[in-house]
T-cell receptor, first 114, second 112 residues
Framework: GDSVTQTEGPVTLSEGTSLTVNCSYE??????LFWYVQYPGEGPQLLFK?????EKGSNRGFEATYNKEATSFHLQKASVQESDSAVYYC?????????????FGAGTQLIVIP | EAAVTQSPRNKVTVTGGNVTLSCRQT?????MYWYRQDTGHGLRLIHY???????QIGDVPDGYKATRTTQEDFFLLLELASPSQTSLYFC???????????FGPGTRLLVL
C-alpha cells in the first residue's frame, strides 16, 4: 500500500543554518505530494503541494521538488528562523481509491535555537 | 479558507466512559476525516466520510465509531473509553478527494 517515510526527529538547528528533511514515498499511483506544518497548539496546515512530477513547490522560504524517479520529496530551507520551530509532515494523496485520502509520514519536529 | 471547529477542546473521562467529540466545517466540503496524533506515530486516520450518512473505515478504527449527520457535522464516539485512547484528536475536511485537507484546532482527550 501507499506509505511515506521521513526524517526521524527531533532535528535541532541553530538560527541561520540550512534545513533538509528527507521524505520518501511508496505508491503505485501518480500522487500529489504535500508538506504540512504544525505549530505548537494548532492543527496541521498546508505548507505547499506539488501535483506533478519534476515540479517544485515553495512557500515561506521552504521548497521541495517532486522527484518521481527517486520517489522523494525532500523539504529544504536555506536559513531557518526560530519561528520555523514546528512539526513538519510529508504526505501523499491516494487517487487510486474511490474515496481518496492522504497518507502522512510520522512527522519531523524541528527545533530552532536562537 | 476552510473553517473547521472542534469541541470540546479538552476532555477528561474515566475508563469505560462514553465520549463524543464534535467537528463542524462551514465551507461546504464533502469530505471529513478524524485523526489521532500520538508521539512517534504522527497522524493516524480513524474514520472518514464523503457525505451525510456515509462512513469509511480508516487505519486505526478499533474502539471508535463515527457518524456524519449533515454535510457540516462529523462526530467521533468512544463508547467504552480506554487509557490507550488518550490522545490528541484532529478533524479535517476537504473539497476534493485526495486533495488539501483543512484541520481543526484539535481535542485533547485524557482517559484515566
Amino acid at each position: 500500500g501507499d506509505s511515506v517515510t521521513q526524517t526521524e526527529g527531533p532535528v535541532t538547528l541553530s538560527e541561520g543554518t540550512s534545513l533538509t528533511v528527507n521524505c520518501s514515498y511508496e505508491t503505485k499511483q501518480y500522487p500529489t505530494l504535500f508538506w504540512y506544518v504544525q505549530y505548537p497548539g494548532e492543527g496541521p496546515q498546508l505548507l505547499f503541494k506539488v501535483p506533478k512530477a519534476n515540479e517544485k513547490g515553495s512557500n515561506r522560504g521552504f521548497e521541495a521538488t517532486y522527484n518521481k524517479e527517486a520517489t522523494s520529496f525532500h523539504l529544504q530551507k536555506a536559513s531557518v528562523q526560530e519561528s520555523d520551530s514546528a512539526v513538519y509532515y510529508c504526505a501523499l494523496s491516494d487517487r487510486g481509491s474511490a474515496l481518496g485520502r492522504l497518507h502522512f509520514g510520522a512527522g519531523t519536529q524541528l527545533i530552532v535555537i536562537p | 479558507e476552510a473553517a473547521v471547529t472542534q469541541s470540546p477542546r479538552n476532555k477528561v473521562t474515566v475508563t469505560g466512559g462514553n465520549v463524543t467529540l464534535s467537528c463542524r466545517q462551514t465551507n461546504s466540503h464533502n469530505y471529513m476525516y478524524w485523526y489521532r496524533q500520538d508521539t512517534g506515530h504522527g497522524l493516524r486516520l480513524i474514520h472518514y466520510s464523503y457525505g451525510a450518512g456515509n462512513l469509511q473505515i480508516g487505519d486505526v478504527p478499533d474502539g471508535y465509531k463515527a457518524t456524519r449527520t449533515t454535510q457540516e457535522d462529523f462526530f467521533l464516539l468512544l463508547e467504552l473509553a480506554s487509557p490507550s485512547q488518550t490522545s490528541l484528536y484532529f478533524c479535517a475536511s476537504s473539497d476534493d478527494r485526495a486533495d488539501t485537507q483543512y484541520f481543526g484546532p484539535g481535542t485533547r482527550l485524557l482517559v484515566l
